[in-house]
């Protein structure tokens, strides 16, 4: 005769009492009530959170500061045909500050100092270039290799971070600085761009970096500063 198999075992039923079925069926009145305005109140602050932080989309490439006091040639424009100077050499001038009056045929235009510097007369007088700038301890320049397609992004007066190789961030900081000539073609698929430091060689830790000779880094130039919020908008 086959083996008889013992039966299953019974497994309890759990049986819930009318009061507890009453509870489980009909949800808290006040969830009802508030659930939807709460989930409204915490997607607006998140909302408004975006709109007070700042994301900012940067550009990075590789940095070459020179210590060195640099002079700027600022020559005659193209088909200029005269000028009128209106600095003197040994005059200390700001950025942007008015140089000479040009005259292409009848139409004149304004020649403006692209850094701020002392103005010295140009080696030799007579030709193209009517005055160099030499640069202040504020205006040191460097210049920032980079990928030629990102360099159609780069704009005159956008902000830089400067990170040395010899002074690591972390501990001396960074130097700061912005765009004074948009990207210039450098061959083999590269771009430059020309800034000028407006501390000079202190860095956002305060400290005076001692900075001597060709110092390499990488530089990230700061194309948008914008809000979470208006990032968003714009997808």
């Known amino acids: 005769m086959p083996a008889t198999l013992p039966p299953p075992p019974v497994r309890p039923v759990l049986t819930l009492s009318t009061e507890v079925k009453n509870i489980l069926d009909a949800p808290p009145i006040w969830l009802v009530r508030w659930g939807s305005l709460l989930l409204l109140g915490g ?15 940067v550009i990075t490439g590789q940095v070459a500061l020179y210590a060195g006091s640099q002079l700027t040639a600022i020559a005659l424009p193209a088909g200029a045909t005269d000028y009128t100077l209106r600095v003197q050499p040994g005059q200390t001038v700001e950025a942007g500050q008015l140089l000479a009056i040009v005259r292409q045929g009848k139409a004149e235009r304004a020649l403006s100092a692209p850094t701020a510097g002392i103005v010295e007369a140009p080696a030799a007088p007579g030709g193209r270039v009517v005055l160099r700038l030499r640069p202040t301890a504020h205006a040191r320049r460097s210049t920032i290799t980079l990928a030629a397609p990102l360099g159609r992004r780069v ?30 073609p450098a061959g083999a698929n590269q771009a430059t761009v020309t800034v000028v430091l407006d501390q000079g060689y202190r860095s956002t830790h305060g400290t005076l970096l001692p900075v001597a000779g060709l ?21």
């Open 43 to 57: 997607i607006l602050v998140l909302l408004g959170a975006a709109g007070f932080v700042r994301y900012p989309r």
């Open 155 to 184: 704009r005159v007066g956008q902000r830089v971070l400067i990170s040395l190789n010899a002074f690591p961030s972390n501990k001396f900081g960074q130097l700061t600085g912005h765009v004074v000539r948009p990207a210039q």
């Open 215 to 235: 110092s390499q880094g990488t530089a990230q130039i700061i194309t948008t500063d914008k809000h979470v919020l208006e990032h968003l908008l714009h997808l």
